[in-house]
T-cell receptor, first 117, second 115 residues
Framework: GAGVSQSPSNKVTEKGKDVELRCDPI?????LYWYRQRLGQGLEFLIY????????KSGLPSDRFSAERTGESVSTLTIQRTQQEDSAVYLC???????????????FGAGTRLSVL | AQKVTQAQTEISVVEKEDVTLDCVYE???????LFWYKQPPSGELVFLIR??????QNEISGRYSWNFQKSTSSFNFTITASQVVDSAVYFC????????????FGTGTSLTVIP
């Protein structure tokens, strides 16, 4: 596709429910990243994928958070038993490769704004 | 420790004024990249520039210029003759070879250009 696409753009859910956030990276980009941005804050790294593998999951806040990627394309970030502190914008980015510093320009989607009531 | 520090949380300037956004980074790697991204009210981060650690030449692109100084570990961003459309949050970021190219973002500087 032309850019990184995220869906839904907005999600309102009740505390305790599970949510799935989707990211479609730029075609051909092997690296994919998830970030969380709380209101008025910077970007908090969550996880990245190189192909379908996630070598670094250190940023996931708790075991309620998980992510997967299939076909070296679409990725889904799942938050189980949502809490109010999960409310934030979740941003996805992709880049050509992860292992090459020279090619690692991240291109971002518009994000999913999650509100947990 | 914070790898990227943007000490200015919010800046307001009047249209046509020049403004400089500060970015200070911390790394022990000799190979790294520095980035600036713009996040307009629509929310999508827009890539502005990338500089590698071996190139300290300043760069100018239209009204934008960047001053990279390794001696002070700074990568400052100047907007000349600011316009209302420049109003956004600007993020500085670091990617270093030693940590597997993970990106470290600063907390951002919110710029408001007043007409």
């Amino acid at each position: 596709g032309a850019g990184v696409s995220q869906s839904p753009s907005n999600k309102v859910t009740e505390k305790g429910k599970d949510v799935e956030l989707r990211c479609d990276p730029i075609s051909g980009h092997t690296a994919l990243y998830w970030y969380r941005q709380r209101l008025g804050q910077g970007l908090e790294f969550l996880i990245y994928f190189q192909g379908n593998s996630a070598p670094d999951k250190s940023g996931l806040p708790s075991d309620r958070f998980s992510a997967e990627r299939t076909g070296e394309s679409v990725s889904t970030l799942t938050i189980q038993r949502t809490q109010q502190e999960d409310s934030a914008v979740y941003l996805c980015a992709s880049s050509l490769v992860y292992t090459s510093l020279a090619k690692n320009i991240q291109y971002f989607g518009a994000g999913t704004r999650l509100s947990v009531l | 420790a914070q790898k990227v520090t943007q000490a200015q949380t919010e800046i307001s300037v009047v249209e046509k004024e020049d403004v400089t956004l500060d970015c200070v980074y911390e790394t022990r790697d000799t190979t790294y990249y520095l980035f600036w991204y713009k996040q307009p009210p629509s929310g999508e981060l827009v890539f502005l520039i990338r500089r590698n650690s071996f190139d300290e030449q300043n760069e100018i692109s239209g009204r934008y210029s960047w001053n990279f100084q390794k001696s002070t570990s700074s990568f400052n961003f100047t907007i000349t003759a600011s316009q209302v459309v420049d109003s956004a949050v600007y993020f500085c970021a670091l990617s270093e070879a030693g940590t597997g190219n993970q990106f470290y973002f600063g907390t951002g500087t919110s710029l408001t250009v007043i007409p």
